[in-house]
């Protein structure tokens, strides 16, 4: 797909950068969904009954 080599090095960084970036992403979702995921879980559940 690419010609240069100096292109096709390009390609390969681009590549791993990318796939770096989308581990660091699920990451810090998980660490996100980690800390708040409960207590947003929690809070649905209570309003759920105030207004029940």
């Known amino acids: 797909m690419t010609k240069l080599s100096e292109t096709s090095t390009t390609v390969i960084a681009i590549t791993f ?3 770096n970036l989308s581990t660091l992403l ?8 980690y800390f708040f995921g409960e207590k947003t879980v929690l ?3 209570l309003i759920i009954l105030t207004y029940s």
Request: charged residues 15%; hydrophobic residues 80%.
């Open 43 to 45: 809070a649905v559940f």
């Open 17 to 19: 950068l990318v796939i």
């Open 26 to 33: 699920k990451e810090a979702f998980s660490l996100f969904l």
